[in-house]
């Protein structure tokens, strides 16, 4: 899967930055349905790329509204360390 055509800024270039060359599925999924302003529920097993997916809708909303503030509620330290990676 490679990127469509117009990802969000952030995440095009973090990606571009840590040598991503294309999406993981559940990645892609949030993407599309992010860039479409679809809501979406995903259930996906552990080291299937869904803390990077949650955070894609949030960088298309920061990019829209960049003085805006995030809350991220985690139910672990080692996620909320995984976040904020």
Same mark, same amino acid.
């Given at each position: $899967? %490679?990127? *469509?055509? @117009?990802?969000?800024?952030? #995440?095009? %270039?973090?990606?571009?930055?840590?040598?991503?060359?294309?999406?993981? *599925?559940?990645?892609?999924?949030?993407?599309? +349905?992010?860039?479409?302003?679809?809501?979406?529920? #995903?259930?996906?097993? @552990? &080291? %299937? &790329? /869904? @803390?990077?997916?949650?955070l894609i *809708?949030?960088?298309?909303?920061?990019?829209?509204? *960049?003085?805006? +503030? @995030?809350? #991220?509620? %985690?139910?672990?330290?080692e996620?909320? $360390?995984?976040?904020? /990676?």
């Open positions: $899967m %490679s990127f *469509p055509e @117009t990802p969000p800024t952030a #995440i095009k %270039s973090w990606f571009e930055k840590q040598n991503f060359e294309q999406l993981l *599925p559940i990645q892609d999924l949030t993407l599309r +349905r992010s860039l479409e302003e679809q809501q979406l529920i #995903i259930s996906s097993p @552990t &080291g %299937s &790329g /869904k @803390t990077l997916a949650f *809708p949030l960088a298309k909303k920061l990019e829209a509204k *960049p003085n805006a +503030r @995030t809350l #991220i509620l %985690s139910p672990s330290p996620l909320a $360390m995984k976040i904020l /990676k």
